[in-house]
């Protein structure tokens, strides 16, 4: 195994069969949920944190939504976990999260 491919093989992505399918060709662990199936998301999240083998979680945005929504506390985390848009596009989640984090940071809001 090269070095890129283990530093890929450390990335993990969890999201509908749609939205992430791609990721698999770039070395990426990919952990196909359900968006109806809230459960099977919280178990699947869960799982994956537990895991300990990536340093970086990427979530499709409408699957971080359905987390944010069960009240799942991503800061208590020691991974990056980082949302990303799926196949039905961008909601914005990147932006509020990270906006969030810079206001904490700086005490700066930004718009």
Known sequence: ?????????????????????????????????????????????????????????????EIYEILIKKNVDFEKSSVIIIPIPGIKGSKNQARKKYSKLAAIATGIKLE
């Open 1 to 61: 195994m090269t070095t890129e491919e283990n530093i890929m093989s450390k990335f993990a992505i969890i999201g509908d069969y749609e939205s992430t399918v791609l990721y698999k060709a770039f070395g990426w662990n990919v952990f196909y949920v359900n968006p109806a199936d809230e459960e099977s998301i919280i178990k699947t999240f869960n799982s994956v944190l537990k895991n300990n083998t990536f340093k970086k979680i990427f979530i499709i945005e």
